[in-house]
């Protein structure tokens, strides 16, 4: 079956009215853009891919077409027919290369801080409790609570892990999930955990889905699911359970539910649901090749869940959904673990997408920075993504693997030369790319990453922003936060129209810039 589709979009290829139709027809879709969409955002989505590099994305796009039995280069990510790109500046204010802290500060807050901090400015210093108090910065998120939105995060990394973390958290140092991971002295100058921040700074969230189950429950406390597993047992040296705090805390009239596994997830009448929280593992959610079906949330059916519960709100909703385990995978050298993440969150985008429209929707997808890692090596059209390059090395004369890292753990010496890749099972989930550095870990790459967005004012993301730039659009989009001058007077509360004149401003701005 795929070699005569793949023999039938070859011989349509062969014919240049193949290529010249569809260039017209994407010249046709291009046109239709000068009638811009400056509608208010009712709703914002903001899709992260951890670690989703552009060479990520294009594996991954050939990974899925491959999935879908296509040669996989023709393919499309729901992201990739989104009309329009820009790309994103990532540096830290102190690092060339950032971190996903520093980063997750900048598209969520809108001002770039230092490596390994969230939520605060760049006038803290990592780990220095001390120099938190008054150098707070807020999110998008809570810019849309005091709008009278619903708020919700959905991640597959812990839900106080970096990314999260920055929508509610101020904190000198991301590590800090629990006071069990606090030094003495912070405790002492009145810094909070990350876990007891999430309760505590922004009491009403909506909808919490991820992992990190032990930062919320009292030290060696067992674990719901993994009872005998020692790692897993709760962390906190308050004595706190913070599932408890976070029920306190909710109306006597509202329906509050925890839950930690899929069945009871998918059981819930969601018309009756006010408040959830979803933790589902004790630490990070399983990669999604790894996933227990029958316990575990995918990505795309908690994104499913938060949206039928937000979107309740006559007023709108902000969503922040991470796929965290791309980084994870790249980190690791597991370049399948990475690329098939990067296929689930796209699912989840496009069931985002079948649930929303794009008259009252932003939706904006991008990475908070890159990885070292590329796939090359001239292979054929259809090549297997997680295969072989067509030829052998002109130096070592041994094979390699089209994917490759920079650094990492991949690198391995074998009887004093590379490796030789067709001795080992390189289509293994597992198994870890070969890289020039050998590193216990991957490291990041340094390289601007794209933003794809669509919606309400998606057209202002169009060239190369610094990352601080993204929530400032999304908060302008939906005339909440500090941007609220150009908005009719109820504009933010819960009808959608036009913003007055910036139609006609953006139309003059792109003919200057086009004549």
């Known amino acids: 079956r795929q070699g005569r589709r793949s023999f039938r979009q070859s011989e349509k290829e062969k014919n240049p009215h193949y290529w010249r139709n569809q260039a017209q027809q994407t010249l046709k879709i291009a046109l239709k853009l000068q009638q811009l969409n400056t509608n208010v955002a009712k709703n ?187 790692k897993y047992r709760g962390t906190r040296l308050d004595g706190k359970n913070l599932i408890d705090v976070w029920r306190e805390k909710k109306l006597k009239d509202k329906n509050a539910q925890y839950v930690w596994n899929r069945n009871d997830l998918l059981s819930l009448n969601l018309m009756e649901v006010d408040f959830l929280l979803g933790l589902f593992e004790p630490v990070d959610m399983m990669y999604e090749l790894d996933r227990n079906v029958q316990t575990d949330p995918s990505l795309t059916e908690m994104v499913q869940v938060a949206i039928k519960i937000l979107q309740r709100n006559p007023r709108g909703f902000f969503l922040l959904v991470e796929g965290g385990r791309i980084d994870h995978g790249h980190h690791e050298g597991k370049a399948k673990h990475a690329l098939y993440e990067t296929v689930e969150m796209d699912r989840a985008i496009g069931e985002a997408g079948s649930m929303t429209s794009l008259e009252d929707t932003l939706t904006v997808v991008t990475a908070d920075h890159s990885h070292v890692f590329t796939f090359g090596g001239y292979t054929p059209r259809g090549n297997p993504i997680f295969g072989l390059a067509p030829m052998h090395s002109d130096v070592d004369k041994m094979p390699f693997t089209s994917i490759l890292y920079g650094n990492g753990p991949g690198y391995k010496i074998v009887a004093g030369e590379r490796e030789n890749v067709s001795a080992v099972d390189y289509a293994h989930a597992n198994y870890q790319a070969q890289s020039a550095v050998p590193l216990r870990q991957e490291t990041h790459g340094g390289e601007d990453v794209a933003i794809f967005a669509k919606g309400p004012m998606a057209h202002l993301l169009h060239g190369v922003h610094e990352q601080n730039y993204i929530p400032h659009v999304m908060a302008y989009a939906a005339c909440i936060g500090q941007n609220t001058d150009h908005c009719h007077s109820g504009a933010h509360h819960s009808t959608v129209g036009p913003l007055p004149f910036l139609s006609t401003l953006t139309s003059t701005l792109l003919l200057k810039f086009l004549f």
């Open 44 to 230: 914002i989505i903001l899709f992260l891919g951890d670690g989703m590099g552009v060479s990520t994305i294009t594996a991954a796009r050939i990974l899925k077409g491959q999935l879908q039995n296509m040669k996989g280069e023709e393919s499309l990510l729901e992201m990739d027919t989104f009309p329009y790109v820009a790309l994103s500046k990532t540096y830290n204010t102190n690092a060339q290369v950032p971190d996903s802290a520093g980063t997750a500060t900048a598209y969520l807050c809108g001002v770039k801080a230092n490596e390994g901090t969230v939520g605060v400015s760049a006038a803290v210093t990592r780990a220095q409790c001390n120099t938190t108090a008054g150098n707070e910065v807020t999110s998008i998120l809570k810019w849309a609570k005091g709008a009278g939105k619903s708020v919700g995060i959905v991640t597959t990394t812990r839900v106080n892990h970096a990314t999260p973390s920055a929508a509610y958290a101020h904190s000198a140092n991301r590590d800090w999930y629990s006071d069990n991971e606090m030094p003495p002295e912070a405790i002492q100058q009145g810094c909070k955990d990350i876990a007891q921040q999430l309760f505590d700074n922004i009491p009403d969230i909506e909808v919490i889905m991820g992992g990190g189950r032990k930062y919320m429950f009292p030290k060696n406390t067992s674990d719901v699911e993994y009872q005998n597993d020692d």
